[in-house]
DNA sequence: GATGAATGAGGATTCATTCAT
DNA sequence: GATGAATGAATCCTCATTCAT
């Protein structure tokens, strides 16, 4: 069942309307109409690609921050020296969304409705990041962490503490530098949680 | 403005029967009509109480978090133990309370548009408290804070790491013991925080 | 049937309340709620007094501005100054209370259900003194009004001037100076709306 | 944006409801339930063609207005006579519109809140056209406005007048005719009003 | 007399979905 | 394929009024 050049696009439009404006606002905060009214398409075209408003959830695509992690897993130094260069990282790019946007943004990732989200895969993809940086060179000596570190409660942990600075950061309403203050005691949050478990040289 | 026995026991079965069903199927998904039909009361008795839907998760979310301020406030002990103290005792409140209640209430923490919600006189209150704990004591001694202790930015990356586990516990969707995995790290995150600044014995 | 002196400040507290709210918003947009919670006394109470809402409306005194009124009617001129006179003092009247107040004045008038609200009263009043106003030395020489003059068809042209220059004043949101614009050509309209009725020396 | 045929009749049709039963019993007293059931559509459907209940007042109180402005406009005739077409053609859509629609669009026209209701558009909609009536042809010789005339005074003027004949229409509850007796001395309060600034054969 | 808790009908508005064209 | 008119259930909230204490 093929679609035709033009029935394509109109899905397409379709999808990335309500990708943006369900990132924007939150899945029920986002009606059929204001997907169809952005696309420029008419109400009973969403009904043609899609069986009901969930389904084009499931359809919305999951990437990310990929280039940010893949820098950082192949930082040159040692673990925490990577760890801290991926959340300094996305700090900096906290800070250059917003806080209204990150406020939206971690107000979507607390909707309880969808399981899959963008802002959901989004924080899958921190988590997974920070495994990644954490294990790709796990054991393999000085400055890597012992192959019975705790990997998934120390990914948790860091993840909590970016994501307190981030979440202190919102409530206080930008009334606190996020990549200056928090960063500078990331540094240590992140020293004192890994060291324990580092290979010393 | 004390309320009669009867009006309180109503007003408690509202309250009930919110966190009961809140917690069963979030926050959007509870109609006040579901509210008021599940405590037997009627509709509008739900607005005697309760200036609006918002209201009930403010009041649900962090009801006895002044009685925990006081206690800790006066805890025998030195600062970090005080500090410890109530960060475990706000996890527990907020795990009694369940996820999806936090996580509402999360999100209207992050509502930019009223600057004096009921939920963010909340979070003023967390970090007034910690002012408090902090400050009580300050110079009083061994175990308690130097006079130059930066304590404005303590009891902010306090709050921080405190929301920080909060958050990836609303995010992580209760896979996460907050009261076990995330109190185990406070206690060592609050000392490295603390300690360069308490005054020694 | 005679009332407690308590209960009779009870009373007069809740007419008092009802009177100034109503006139400030009208009676649609006051809930009896607002009556008691403006009296200090319970929403029970109301209902002590008063059979139903729409009863207290009844209550309502109807004075006004009486002195303006007879100061005009013995003001020593003409009829067309004293006519000016009053307009003037009027738009004075106005000018004072500000437009804010005046608004809800007309909005007042404009409700539909109330036969005999204040301001309606209010209304009449000043149609009835520009009657009087005409009347009162008519047919008594040069500078009055003739016999056969249509006084009802003049005061309420008159009255339709004020009110033209109060709604566009209202409506202009301040921006149309009522006492030195409008004042300045309501002599004018004064003149030759009476002039032809006028008796000539 | 054109509307179907069928479209246009559902419009209407809801239109004629609501005028006819606002008319009837006034605007607070009508539901939008009761529009829709008389109309014979879903209560949905009104939402479908206007944004709110209010917005149905504005729609039908100056329907019209664009069609009389244009043909005012280049009516043959001297400006005075133009302004006096105008105007007596606003004073029959408003008799049509009837007294109740009118005291509703009033009401809105007076709400203070909203900068830019449609209630306020109209408002200006009739300044400008007045301007423009007198402008169009300004200059031009004998039967037009001098360069130097104060056309916005004039004109500001001129609705005063029209709107104090539609306040006491409004709060004389009708008991006063509009489009016989106000428009009566119209005639003569514009001739008096422009013809200081007219250009003399 | 006074209270204020409780009621429940009623109103405005939203929105996912259907369907005739 | 596409349109957009139409639906009506559902939701939040208001408020006049009653009544047990």
Chains 1, 2, 3, 4 share one sequence.
């Not at 969930?54 to 760890?83: M, N, W």
Request: charged share 30%; with cysteine.
């Amino acid at each position: 069942m093929g679609l035709t050049k033009k029935a394509e696009r109109t899905r397409a439009k379709l999808l990335e309307s309500a990708k943006r404006l369900i990132g924007e606002r939150g899945f029920d905060k986002v009606s059929v109409e204001d997907i169809t009214r952005d696309s420029g398409v008419a109400k009973g075209t969403f009904y043609h690609y899609f069986k009901c408003k969930e389904d084009v959830v499931a359809e919305l695509s999951f990437q990310s921050c990929q280039a940010t992690t893949e820098k950082s897993i192949h930082y040159d130094g040692p673990v925490d020296e990577r760890c801290y260069y991926y959340m300094t990282a996305l700090c900096k790019d906290a800070a250059w969304a917003g806080v209204r946007l990150i406020r939206q943004w971690i107000r979507e990732t607390m909707e309880s409705e969808e399981e899959d989200s963008e802002a959901k895969a989004a924080l899958y993809n921190i988590y997974g990041a920070l495994m990644k940086i954490c294990t790709v060179r796990q054991g393999a000596g000085a400055g890597e962490l012992r192959e019975d570190a705790p990997v998934d409660t120390l990914a948790k942990l860091m993840m909590s503490h970016f994501f307190g600075a981030l979440t202190i950061w919102c409530m206080m309403n930008g009334s606190w530098n996020l990549t200056e203050q928090s960063v500078k005691y990331m540094e240590i949050d992140i020293k004192n949680l890994l060291e324990p478990y580092m290979i010393k040289k």
